[in-house]
C-alpha cells in the first residue's frame, strides 16, 4: 500500500519541478527569434494548433525565418524549423536522438497498438524490415487491376447522382468512403465498403473519430509518457474507467472498437493462410494484400525478425490511420484546385482520354505513374498543401544542430549552429520546407503543375532536401518516413483516372475552408463547423 501512497506523491513532485523549470532556467534557445508567448500557462500552443492558424503560421514563416523559438504549454521551448540541413539532421544523421518521444509512441501504443507508428528504436527497424518488401513498385504493379475494380465502383456510384444533370456533390466524403475501401482491399483483403449504397461500419467510424477525439485530449500525451509506472495493464484499465471525463472515455471505448475488429481481421486471416493458397484465391485481393503478403512473409522468417502477433495486429490500425485521411485529403484537394482552374482540369482530362485510348479503361501500373501532366498535379498538390503540416521530434539527449545559413540572435550575434538541450520539441514545418522561397522561386506559393514538366531550380537540388519524394517532405525523410507512399500514389492516380474523363468539376457557391490537424481537412458553410465535407458541382463531360 506505501507504493499507493508515495509513488503518486513523487510523480506529482517531479511533474511540478519540470513544470516550474522551465519558468526559471534559462534555456539557450531564449537567443532565438520567435513570436511572443500569448499565454504564461499555455504560451504560444492555442494558436499553434487551432484550426484555423494559417496567419499565424504564414508569420513565424515570413517575419522569423527558417529557424525560430515557439513557447509552448509550461513554459516549455519548441524549435520550429523549415531549415533542410536542419531537417536531415533530425531525421536521418541524429534520428537516434530524435524520436517521436515516449509520451506519442505510448499514447499511440494505447490507441492503436504496437505498429509502426507507435514503436522506435530495434523494434521499429524489425517491423521496416517485415514491411519494405510488400510496399514496393512490384508489389503495386500486382495490386493495380483491383484498384482499378474499386474506383470503377466510386466512378459509377457518383455518376447515378448526376445523370439527370449537374449535381452539388460531397466529394469529401466520397474520398474518404474510397480511401477507407482501398487501403481496406488493397491492404487487409477487406471489404468495408461496397461503395453503391450508404453503409455503416463500427470500425470505419471508430477510425474517423479517433483523430478529432483525441485532439481533444491531448494534453493527456505529456502524463502517459509515465502510465506504466502505475501498475500492471489491469489495474491501469481500472484507472481509466474511474476518470471522470466525457472525451477520455470516448476515446477509450473508440480504441477498444478498433483492437477488437484489428484481432477479427488478423484471426479471419490467419485462417485463410492456414487453409492455403487455394482459399487465398477466393477471398478479396487473392491475397496479393499488404497483410496476407506480410503474414507469410513472416512465418518464413528467420525467428529473430518474425514479427509476434501483437505487433501484426498492431499494423492492422496503423494501415487504417496512416493511410486514408492523408490520401482522402490530398484528393479532395487535388479536386477542389481543378474545379478552381479549368486549363489544368481540361490539360489533364486530355492526357486521361488520351491514355485510355492507348492503354484502355484500366491502365496499367508503370504507364499510369509515368504520365506527366497527372504526376505534375500530384506532385504539386503535395508540395504546397502538404496533408500533414508538422513532424514533431523530441530530443532524448544534447545535440548541436548545423544550420544552412545563418541566423542573427535576439542580441544581433549571428548564430550557425543550434544547441538543443534533451527534451526539446522540434516542430519540422514541412509545407514551408516545400513552399519556400530562397529555393522554389518567387513563384513558389503559386500551385503551377508545370513547374514539374521542367527542370526545377538549382537550388532545390543544391538544398539536398532528404524527402523521400520529389524534393519535398510530404512524406517525411530518414527511416521513419511513410512506408506507403508508392501506395497512396497509386490511390490517387487510380481515382483520379477514374473520375476526370467522365465528369466535369466546378467549385459550388459555398465556400470551401481547410483546416489545420493532424492531417489538413475541409468543411463547408463557416469557421464554427466541425464536419469534414466539400461539395463540388460536378456534370458528365458529356453533357
Known amino acids: 500500500m506505501l507504493y499507493f501512497v508515495v509513488f503518486p506523491a513523487a510523480l506529482s513532485?517531479?511533474?511540478?519541478?519540470?513544470?516550474?523549470?522551465?519558468?526559471?532556467i534559462p534555456s539557450p534557445l531564449d537567443n532565438l527569434p520567435g513570436p511572443p508567448s500569448k499565454s504564461l500557462l499555455m504560451g504560444s500552443a492555442l494558436e499553434l494548433m487551432h484550426r484555423n492558424n494559417w496567419r499565424f503560421l504564414s508569420n513565424i514563416v515570413s517575419t522569423y525565418g527558417p529557424v525560430a523559438k515557439l513557447h509552448g504549454?509550461?513554459?516549455?521551448?519548441?524549435?520550429?524549423?523549415?531549415?533542410?540541413?536542419?531537417?536531415?539532421?533530425?531525421?536521418?544523421?541524429?534520428?537516434?536522438?530524435?524520436?517521436?518521444?515516449?509520451?506519442?509512441?505510448?499514447?499511440?501504443?494505447?490507441?492503436?497498438?504496437?505498429?509502426?507508428?507507435?514503436?522506435?528504436?530495434?523494434?521499429?527497424?524489425?517491423q521496416r524490415k517485415m514491411l519494405n518488401p510488400v510496399f514496393s513498385a512490384?508489389?503495386?504493379?500486382?495490386?493495380?487491376?483491383?484498384?482499378?475494380?474499386?474506383?470503377?465502383?466510386?466512378?459509377?456510384?457518383?455518376k447515378s447522382r448526376v445523370e439527370g444533370g449537374a449535381a452539388e456533390i460531397d466529394?469529401?466524403?466520397?474520398?474518404?468512403?474510397?480511401?477507407?475501401?482501398?487501403?481496406?482491399?488493397?491492404?487487409?483483403?477487406?471489404?468495408?465498403?461496397?461503395?453503391?449504397?450508404?453503409?455503416?461500419?463500427?470500425?470505419?467510424?471508430?477510425?474517423?473519430?479517433?483523430?478529432?477525439?483525441?485532439?481533444?485530449?491531448?494534453?493527456?500525451?505529456?502524463?502517459?509518457?509515465?502510465?506504466?509506472?502505475?501498475?500492471?495493464?489491469?489495474?491501469?484499465?481500472?484507472?481509466?474507467?474511474?476518470?471522470?471525463?466525457?472525451?477520455?472515455?470516448?476515446?477509450?471505448?473508440?480504441?477498444?472498437?478498433?483492437?477488437?475488429?484489428?484481432?477479427?481481421l488478423f484471426e479471419e486471416k490467419k485462417r485463410a493462410l492456414e487453409n492455403g493458397d487455394e482459399a487465398m484465391l477466393h477471398r478479396i485481393g487473392e491475397g496479393k494484400d499488404v497483410m496476407s503478403v506480410l503474414l507469410r512473409a513472416n512465418i518464413a522468417a528467420s525467428e529473430e525478425d518474425r514479427l509476434p502477433d501483437e505487433e501484426l495486429i498492431g499494423q492492422i490500425s496503423t494501415f487504417i490511420l496512416a493511410g486514408v485521411d492523408t490520401t482522402s485529403n490530398a484528393l479532395s484537394r487535388i479536386l477542389f484546385l481543378l474545379a478552381k482552374q479549368k486549363g489544368a482540369q481540361d490539360k489533364l482530362r486530355e492526357e486521361l482520354l488520351d491514355a485510355r485510348e492507348r492503354y484502355g479503361e484500366d491502365i496499367p501500373y508503370d504507364e499510369l505513374s509515368q504520365l506527366p501532366y497527372l504526376d505534375a498535379v500530384c506532385r504539386e498538390t503535395l508540395r504546397l498543401y502538404s496533408p500533414a503540416v508538422f513532424v514533431s521530434r523530441e530530443a532524448h539527449q544534447d545535440v548541436?544542430?548545423?544550420?544552412?545559413?545563418?541566423?542573427?540572435?535576439?542580441d544581433g550575434a549571428v548564430i550557425t549552429e543550434i544547441f538543443v538541450p534533451r527534451r526539446?520539441?522540434?516542430?519540422?514545418?514541412?509545407?514551408?520546407?516545400?513552399?519556400?522561397?530562397?529555393?522554389?522561386?518567387?513563384?513558389?506559393?503559386?500551385?503551377?503543375?508545370?513547374?514539374?514538366?521542367?527542370?526545377?531550380?538549382?537550388?532545390?537540388?543544391?538544398?539536398?532536401?532528404?524527402?523521400?519524394?520529389?524534393?519535398?517532405?510530404?512524406?517525411?525523410?530518414?527511416?521513419?518516413?511513410?512506408?506507403?507512399?508508392?501506395?497512396?500514389?497509386?490511390?490517387?492516380?487510380?481515382?483520379?483516372a477514374a473520375l476526370l474523363p467522365t465528369f466535369v468539376l466546378e467549385l459550388s457557391d459555398k465556400p470551401i475552408i481547410w483546416n489545420f490537424s493532424g492531417v489538413v481537412y475541409p468543411t463547408m458553410g463557416g469557421e464554427d463547423i466541425a464536419k469534414a465535407e466539400m461539395v463540388l458541382k460536378l456534370k458528365l463531360v458529356k453533357d
Not at 513532485?13 to 526559471?24: D, G, I
Not at 548541436?400 to 535576439?410: A, I, N, Y
Not at 526545377?456 to 521513419?480: K, Q, T, W
Request: positive net charge; hydrophobic residues 45%.
Open 13 to 24: 513532485l517531479y511533474v511540478v519541478w519540470r513544470v516550474l523549470r522551465n519558468y526559471v
Open 73 to 126: 504549454p509550461f513554459g516549455a521551448k519548441f524549435l520550429h524549423v523549415y531549415d533542410p540541413k536542419v531537417i536531415h539532421s533530425v531525421l536521418v544523421k541524429d534520428a537516434d536522438v530524435f524520436t517521436r518521444g515516449a509520451g506519442t509512441n505510448t499514447t499511440t501504443q494505447l490507441m492503436i497498438g504496437p505498429g509502426l507508428l507507435a514503436v522506435d528504436g530495434a523494434t521499429h527497424k524489425r
Open 138 to 158: 512490384a508489389h503495386m504493379r500486382g495490386m493495380t487491376p483491383f484498384f482499378h475494380g474499386i474506383v470503377r465502383k466510386l466512378r459509377d456510384a457518383i
Open 171 to 264: 466529394l469529401a466524403g466520397w474520398m474518404g468512403r474510397a480511401a477507407i475501401e482501398l487501403v481496406g482491399q488493397g491492404g487487409l483483403g477487406h471489404s468495408f465498403d461496397p461503395l453503391t449504397e450508404e453503409t455503416s461500419d463500427d470500425y470505419t467510424e471508430a477510425v474517423k473519430a479517433l483523430i478529432p477525439t483525441f485532439l481533444e485530449v491531448e494534453w493527456v500525451r505529456e502524463f502517459l509518457a509515465y502510465a506504466h509506472y502505475l501498475g500492471p495493464a489491469w489495474f491501469r484499465r481500472k484507472l481509466l474507467d474511474l476518470v471522470p471525463h466525457k472525451n477520455i472515455q470516448r476515446l477509450k471505448n473508440i480504441s477498444d472498437v478498433m483492437y477488437s475488429r484489428s484481432v477479427e
Open 400 to 410: 548541436v544542430l548545423p544550420l544552412s545559413d545563418p541566423v542573427r540572435g535576439v
Open 424 to 496: 526539446t520539441f522540434v516542430l519540422l514545418n514541412l509545407q514551408a520546407c516545400n513552399s519556400n522561397k530562397v529555393l522554389w522561386g518567387e513563384d513558389a506559393h503559386e500551385w503551377k503543375p508545370e513547374r514539374w514538366l521542367e527542370p526545377l531550380p538549382r537550388a532545390v537540388d543544391e538544398a539536398r532536401i532528404p524527402g523521400i519524394y520529389a524534393n519535398l517532405m510530404s512524406f517525411g525523410a530518414g527511416s521513419y518516413s511513410c512506408i506507403g507512399f508508392k501506395f497512396s500514389q497509386l490511390e490517387m492516380k487510380t481515382v483520379i
